[in-house]
């Protein structure tokens, strides 16, 4: 059956909120970015959480990568992100770089985020809301991201995924997260899981998310 944690924070706490204009250059000139290296050495951190358009996966690392055309054989540049998740399922992503993407870092007092977006996304779905995307993302309305999470918060979340069979937690529009203990249960809420990750379904994200490419399983075997 389907279970839930307390609803995550929601934007009742102060926020401090960096940008990194350089960060494609960085990534460009090093190749891979550890997800860890953006976070203050200073905040109490123990695991992270990918979010991605609502599902999210416990990892205990992750980094971004850059990807060139002429190395991929795509027709554009791009960046994928990659993790080391927590028990016995696999999540990455690559996102076109020809899209206009900024990042960022949000501390607040239950742990940190990073997050992108691009400008197209923000037009499509936060410009009406925020004079920003980094206003946007200050408060938590963003589809793609890192959460930093320690303490109790994190260990709830690590026992779960070495617990459950399900490929993801989710993550709904009114704050709640479920928590599927099997693969099956998981998709029975094909309506909150992007269609990147729905099986059954053979369309992805819309064009102005960036996405190219997307994939989430779980090595769990039959349930």
Not at 96 to 125: H, K, P, Q, T
Request: aromatic share 14%; hydrophobic share 40%.
């Amino acid at each position: 059956m389907v279970g839930e944690f307390e609803r995550p924070p929601q934007g009742e706490f102060e926020r401090e909120i960096k940008i990194f204009p350089e960060f494609f250059d960085r990534l460009e000139a090093d190749g891979a970015l550890d997800f860890w290296d953006a976070v203050n050495s200073e905040t109490e951190i123990e695991g992270l959480v990918y979010h991605h358009r609502g599902v999210q996966v416990p990892c205990y690392e992750g980094r971004f990568i850059d990807e060139p055309a002429e190395e991929t054989g795509r027709s554009t540049r791009a960046f994928s992100v990659e993790f080391g998740t927590v028990g016995p399922r696999s999540v990455w992503a690559v996102f076109d770089r020809s899209l206009s993407w900024d990042v960022y870092l949000v501390l607040f007092e239950e742990g940190a985020v990073v997050a992108w977006m691009s400008d197209a996304e923000f037009e499509a779905e936060e410009s009406h809301h925020f004079p920003s995307k980094a206003q946007a993302v200050k408060f938590g309305q963003f589809s793609f991201g890192v959460v930093f999470r320690f303490g109790p918060d994190w260990v709830e979340r690590e026992r779960w995924a070495l617990d459950s069979t399900a490929p993801a937690l989710i993550q709904l529009g009114d704050g709640r997260l479920l928590t599927p203990e099997t693969e099956s249960a998981f998709y029975e809420n094909a309506y909150a899981i992007p269609d990147e990750f729905r099986l059954a379904v053979d369309t992805g994200a819309a064009p102005y998310y960036g996405l190219l490419e997307a994939g989430l399983s779980v090595d769990s075997g039959s349930d």
